[in-house]
């Protein structure tokens, strides 16, 4: 059982990134989300999207990002925008399956530097 995140790197501001994010290991999966944590800061909520497609943002990304999702590939993706200095941080992955209960799964960071 596994989220797998991957796509960070070192970018210019105005620049654009990918982030991906496979699970693996979990069925009935519901909702999923990207999170970010900038050094010294909280982690904070970036994007969600349900399983039907519908997505959220964080008022900060509105425009910018997107977040899609291939539910036959169990991935979803995070399309970085014209990226600014305050979007360096570690992004992390995160997916709620039904069952029995809820259950809920985060993946590794992948660390995005926006720099010049």
């Known amino acids: 059982v596994q989220l797998q995140a991957c796509g960070g790197g070192l970018v210019q501001p105005g620049g654009s990134l990918r982030l991906s994010c496979a699970a693996s290991?979990?069925?009935?999966?519901?909702?999923m989300a990207w999170y970010r944590q900038a050094p010294g800061k909280q982690r904070e909520l970036v994007a969600t999207?349900?399983?039907?497609?519908?997505?959220n943002y964080v008022d900060s990304v509105k425009g910018r990002f997107t977040m899609s999702r291939d539910n036959a590939k169990n991935t979803v993706y995070l399309q970085m925008n014209s990226l600014k200095d305050e979007d360096t941080a570690t992004y992390y992955c995160?997916?709620?399956?039904?069952?029995?209960?809820?259950?809920?799964?985060w993946g590794q960071g992948t660390l995005v530097t926006v720099s010049s």
């Open positions: 995160y997916a709620t399956a039904l069952g029995p209960g809820l259950y809920t799964y």
């Open positions: 290991g979990i069925a009935n999966i519901n909702t």
């Open positions: 999207i349900t399983s039907g497609g519908s997505t």
